[in-house]
């Protein structure tokens, strides 16, 4: 049918997800699942009604200035927006739209994992045994530290920040600091409010980053890394540009810190050599709401949202 909104999805998604683009819209699929050239999604602006685009594609502000453009709504699959310039989308009334809220839990649970693998030293333990080099049990070899009644730092206390923050808690018995430019409200576990970044880093065990990236500069500098414990551990499930990523290399390098767990970088997929180097950090390929139902849920929620524009409703999510 040709009167139906001609979408582009610029990377695959789970079946349930495509299945129910493709009964509403006149959908074209990224087949090779690789990441679209920025010619291609200029061109995309002039061919399609809308754009479902992931954390791979970044949507210029050049590119929404593209003579003869068509898009009117971006339909981004991601509770992060960074890779948008959601600012010039405003500006010329281009709709943007996420996915928050239905990856909340399983990013949290990442941001666990990475902050039980980083402590207890899971990456060198395992390599030692895959290496072949495990002589047998130790009493004393490959000890990591115990997170009970340490204090993790939460940098960020929104939707994820929260719900790590209370696994942390409720689940590990951790003390929880944080730091927030606003007030959070009321929170459903005892955590304690701190007035700087610099505060908080330097009373926390571990820090966790729940920022989400995309500004001038990154929010956590160099300058809040050296404020850093020697023993502490640096966690990031948001976005590699919210952290100093090349300060941050240096303080594992020089063992400032004792560790870290990285979901993101910061010029993704390329991680530093050096970090792939270090066995005292944990490294993940971008996973925070990698499962089946969380992926789908996205890809649903994307749905929602361009059958809300295409229909003229209020967008469940619009962030532009
Ligand atoms: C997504 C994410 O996998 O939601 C986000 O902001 O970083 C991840 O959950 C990614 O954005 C896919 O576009």
Excluded at 69 to 77: D, Q, T
Aim: charged share 20%; hydrophobic share 45%; with cysteine.
């Amino acid at each position: 049918q040709t009167d139906r909104p001609r979408i582009l999805v610029t990377r695959k998604l789970t079946e349930a997800a495509e299945q129910r683009l493709a009964t509403r819209f006149d959908v074209q699929f990224n087949a090779s699942d690789t990441p679209m050239s920025a010619e291609a999604l200029t061109q995309a602006m002039r061919d399609f009604d809308a754009l479902v685009p992931t954390v791979s594609d970044r949507i210029t502000g050049e590119m929404l200035r593209t003579e003869g453009r068509r898009v009117r709504m971006i339909a981004n699959v991601g509770v992060g927006f960074s890779n948008i310039d959601v600012a010039t989308a405003q500006e010329l009334g281009v709709a943007v739209s996420n996915t928050p809220d239905v990856l909340t839990d399983a990013t949290a649970d990442i941001a666990l994992l990475l902050i039980l693998a980083s402590t207890r030293r899971a990456y060198a333990a395992e390599k030692t045994l895959r290496d072949g080099a495990w002589t047998g049990f130790s009493v004393v070899d490959g000890l990591g530290t115990s997170i009970q009644g340490k204090v993790l730092g939460i940098i960020g206390m929104g939707r994820i920040g929260q719900a790590t923050a209370k696994r942390a808690a409720a689940g590990f018995g951790m003390e929880v600091v944080f730091y927030n430019r606003s007030d959070p409200g009321a929170l459903s576990f005892p955590a304690r409010r701190l007035d700087s970044i610099d505060a908080v880093m330097q009373a926390a065990d571990v820090v966790s980053v729940h920022v989400p990236g995309g500004g001038a500069a990154p929010l956590v500098t160099a300058e809040h890394i050296a404020q850093m414990k020697p023993s502490a551990h640096l966690v990031n499930t948001a976005r590699g540009d919210s952290i100093d990523q090349a300060a941050l290399v240096a303080a594992l390098q020089s063992g400032r810190i004792a560790g870290a767990g990285l979901d993101v970088f910061a010029d993704e997929p390329h991680v530093p050599e050096a970090l792939r180097a270090m066995d005292t950090v944990t490294l993940l390929p971008h996973v925070g709401s990698a499962t089946q139902e969380v992926r789908t849920a996205m890809g649903l929620l994307a749905a929602d949202n361009l059958e809300a524009f295409f229909a003229g409703r209020d967008l469940p999510c619009r962030v532009a």
